[in-house]
């Protein structure tokens, strides 16, 4: 079993709706959770980090958590074609320096 | 704002050849890492390190080492390279407070021929 696992997509959803992208972790004592976008031939870039259970906003973008499922996602609303790119969610393992990165689920946002 | 940056954008190598990359981050960061990022693998972690002179291997550590002589430089060196190791390869720095998000550079793709 994957330590961290993203459906690998892609995942089509047309401009202006909610993308809904979603990951699995298996380390039960992980407690920092990233979601990086990756642009084709670019490198990932940090868009937002959750702590704690619940839902974490930031312009567009929510996070949420859910400790006790093991379950992180991300919502994109009033998605847009720029939103286009791959979307790699990141879990700290126990202990703390080593980060697990999924797959990452590439997004489509057809105009 | 934190920036990472790494010696090549692209490089071209013989097998068996000695390989150097470089990443250099301005953030006084404490944590280093170096990635490889193959299509449908991900990204794997190689090396990393959480303080000068100070190195732990990560998932595929076979057939590369490193170097972190100053806080702000990690280096990874592919002693003899081979064609498997053409890959995307990506430096990250972290810092310990607050939280632990990771800041990549622009990579350098390697390819050996």
């Known amino acids: 079993q994957k330590e961290v696992e993203q459906n690998s997509g892609p995942l089509s959803v047309p401009e202006g709706a909610i993308a809904s992208l979603n990951c699995t972790y298996s380390?039960?004592?992980?407690?920092?959770f990233f979601w990086y976008r990756q642009y084709s031939g670019k490198s990932p870039e940090l868009i937002m980090f959750i702590y704690s259970n619940g839902d974490k906003e930031d312009g567009r973008f929510t996070a949420q958590l859910n400790k006790a499922s093991q379950y992180v996602s991300l919502l994109i609303r009033d998605s847009q074609p720029s939103d286009s790119a791959t979307y790699l969610c990141?879990?700290?393992?126990?202990?703390?320096?080593?980060?697990?990165f999924g797959a990452g689920t590439r997004l489509f946002v057809k105009a | 704002d934190v920036k990472v940056t790494q010696s090549s954008r692209y490089l071209v190598k013989r097998t068996g050849e000695k390989v150097f990359l470089e990443c250099v981050q301005d953030m006084d960061h404490e944590n280093m890492f170096w990635y490889r990022q193959d299509p449908g693998l991900g990204l794997r972690l190689i090396y990393f390190s959480y303080d000068v002179k100070m190195k732990e291997k990560g998932d595929i550590p076979e057939g590369y080492s490193v170097s972190r002589e100053k806080k702000e430089r990690f280096s990874l060196i592919l002693e003899s390279a081979s064609t498997n190791q053409t890959s995307m390869y990506l430096c990250?720095?972290?810092?310990?407070?607050?939280?632990?998000?990771?800041?990549f550079g622009p990579g350098t793709r390697l390819t050996v021929t």
């Open positions: 990250a720095s972290s810092g310990i407070a607050g939280g632990r998000e990771q800041y």
């Open positions: 990141a879990v700290e393992g126990t202990g703390g320096f080593k980060t697990i």
């Open positions: 380390d039960r004592g992980s407690q920092s």
